[in-house]
């Protein structure tokens, strides 16, 4: 019985990130919320993810950085899931190869996007996730993304095992899964199709469907 684990963005939902513009407009919400009103360099940084210069930011306009990334946090989620039930950010056809997967072993997702947004995708699809883990709304949270293992290890954890194959997009999975102890797959998506095979790759994939072979009932 192999565990799983699954990233998300780039591997179920279309595209390698969030819009930088569901930040932009989170970031305003956070500051409307405050009644902070920043210049435009300030929003500017606010905006964007440096956790230094939000701080710095935060500072200078006298609000609670952390309350500041919080809201800022949720409010992304909110735009991104209503991205999602619009159709706006669709997924990719071949993520019915995770439910199948999921009917004969243990399947996990965790990913770098916010904790409530990777529950909000789990939710809506017809597959069976053992374990979902996302990011904590917190700068610590921020700093635990993958190619840190943080969030890969808490999954094992909770699942109570020690080894298996996380699934990716990005050099950082394969980094991340790694430094966990695991196999790696390398899943060739179109916003990646000219990159190097990143250094620790197990296995490099043209298909979720790929899966099916190669993991063991
Ligand atoms: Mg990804």
Not at 44 to 51: A, M, N, Q, V
Not at 63 to 89: N, Q, V, Y
Request: with cysteine; glycine share 6%.
């Amino acid at each position: 019985m192999t565990t799983v684990l699954f990233d998300m963005d780039g591997i179920i939902l279309e595209g390698p990130r969030t819009d930088p513009q569901v930040y932009a407009a989170a970031a305003d919400e956070a500051l409307a919320k405050l009644e902070a009103d920043p210049t435009p360099a300030q929003r500017r940084d606010l905006r964007r993810h440096g956790i230094d210069s939000v701080r710095e930011r935060c500072r200078e306009l006298e609000l609670d950085p952390d309350r500041f990334w919080a809201l800022k946090e949720a409010a992304a989620s909110e735009h991104t899931h209503e991205r999602i039930r619009s159709g706006e950010r669709g997924v990719y056809d071949d993520i019915d190869a995770i439910a199948a997967l999921a009917d004969r072993t243990t399947v996990g997702l965790v990913s770098n996007n916010r904790h409530r947004t990777a529950e909000f995708v789990a939710d809506s699809l017809p597959i069976e996730f053992d374990v979902v883990r996302g990011r904590d709304p917190t700068f610590e949270g921020f700093r635990r993304r993958k190619p840190d293992s943080y969030y890969i290890d808490d999954a094992l954890s909770k699942l109570g095992v020690d080894d298996g194959l996380h699934v990716g997009d990005s050099p950082k999975d394969v980094v991340a899964g790694r430094a966990a102890g695991l196999e790696t797959a390398f899943v060739r998506r179109s916003h990646n199709r000219l990159l190097d095979r990143p250094e620790g790759t197990t296995y490099e994939l043209g298909s979720l469907i790929e899966l099916h072979d190669l993991v063991e009932p």
